[in-house]
């Protein structure tokens, strides 16, 4: 259960904030999130807003910029978990991309898709051929409950 009064949910915390990662992979990089000092709220606020302020922080680059998200240490772990989102997100719309080449297939030439999509004649059975393979996200973390 996690601590929010009034939530019956009884995923655990790591799990829902986690939930671009497989879950037999949670435990272990919450755990790991721990023990640099950081909680699932944290990392919970950093993915929510796609790291804007980690990234802002360290463009910024003055002495002490990691800080305010538990040092340079946790800053690394939150840049690597934004990056692991970026990833599912980028795989789940290659996917749909996929589903939609396939179907424009159906009813036009590859010659023609190929040109709407702004890749070669090749590619585009490369792209139709890829589906859309989970487990993905349902929602991003910015729009869940």
Do not use: C
């Not at 790291?51 to 800053?75: H, I, K, M, N």
């Not at 898709?113 to 487990?135: D, F």
């Amino acid at each position: 259960m996690n601590s929010h009064p009034g939530d019956d949910s009884p995923e655990p915390l790591w799990d829902s904030v986690l939930s671009h990662r497989p879950p037999e992979e949670r435990g272990a990089i919450g755990g790991r999130f721990e023990a640099a000092g950081l909680s699932a709220e944290q990392v919970r606020t950093v993915l929510a807003d796609g790291g804007d302020r980690l990234y802002a922080a360290a463009v910024q680059g003055s002495p002490g910029w990691a800080d305010p998200f538990g040092g340079t240490l946790a800053a690394a772990l939150l840049a690597a978990e934004v990056g692991a989102l970026a990833a599912q997100l980028g795989r789940r719309a290659s996917g749909i991309r996929s589903l939609a080449a396939a179907d424009l297939l159906e009813d036009f030439s590859a010659v023609t898709v190929a040109e709407e999509l702004g890749v070669s004649r090749q590619k585009i059975y490369e792209i139709a051929r890829g589906g859309l393979r989970g487990p993905h996200l349902d929602t991003v973390p910015w729009r869940s409950p």
